[in-house]
C-alpha cells in the first residue's frame, strides 16, 4: 500500500525559514517523480515543484523559485521541502504527491497534507 | 508556463442531473489531462487520467473527453457523494498547473 506521510509543519514568522518533510512507503521509490502542492485556506490548489526519480534538477513554480529548494533521499525514501524568506502567501497545506512516472505526470496518491502558517 | 481554466467556478445542480465541466488549456497539452475531486480537509483524489483513462475504483457515471486544449469532465447521474470541488491538471511538461477548481453545489 502506497503512504506518503507529510512532517515539519507550522507557525513561522514573515522571513524565516521551515523544512517539510516526507516519507514514502509501498513503492519503488528511486522510480517516480515526486511533486510539492500546496493549498491556501479557501483556495484551489497549487503546484509547487517536482523532482524526478533520481533528483536531478527540480522544476519550480515561479512563486517559490529562488526561495524554496526541493530534494530527495533515495535511501530514506523521504523528501524535503527546504522553504526559505517565507512570506505571509506562502501560508498553506502542503501536500507531496506521487506522480505517475519517472519525471512527471499526474497524481494518483497524495499525502494528508502539513499546515504551514506564516505570521508574526 | 500553461494556463488551465476551468468553467464554470461554481455549478448548482441535483442528484441524478448530468453535469459537464470544462477546461480549456493555453496551449496544445496533447491528451496529458487529469481530473481530481477534492473534498473539505481531505487531499485531492485522483478520478481520470490522460483525459478519457478511468482511475480503478472510480465509478463510471465519470467519463473524460477532449484533446489539445479543450476537455470535459461529465458526471452522468450525480449521486449525493459527487458534491465536492473538481480541478484539472495538465501534465504535459515538468511544470504541471492546475485549473482555479468547480464547486459542485447541491441545488
Known sequence: EVQLVESGG?????????RLSCAASGF????YAMS???????????????????????????????????????????LYLQMNSLRAEDTAVYFCAKASSY?????????????VTVSS | ???????PSTLSASVGDRVTITCRASQSISSWLAWYQQKPGKAPKLLIYKASSLESGVPSRFSGSGSGTEFTLTISSLQPDDFATYYCQQYNIYSVSFGQGTKLEIK
Open chain 1, 10 to 18: 507550522g507557525l513561522v514568522q514573515p522571513g524565516g525559514s521551515l
Open chain 1, 28 to 31: 519503488t521509490f528511486s522510480s
Open chain 1, 36 to 78: 510539492w502542492v500546496r493549498q491556501a485556506p479557501g483556495k484551489g490548489l497549487e503546484w509547487v515543484s517536482v523532482i524526478s526519480g533520481s533528483g536531478g534538477s527540480p522544476f519550480y513554480a515561479d512563486s517559490v523559485k529562488g526561495r524554496f529548494t526541493f530534494s530527495r533521499d533515495n535511501y530514506r525514501n523521504t
Open chain 1, 103 to 115: 519525471d512527471t505526470g499526474y497524481f494518483q496518491y497524495w499525502g494528508q497534507g502539513t499546515l
Open chain 2, 1 to 7: 508556463d500553461i494556463q488551465m481554466t476551468q468553467s
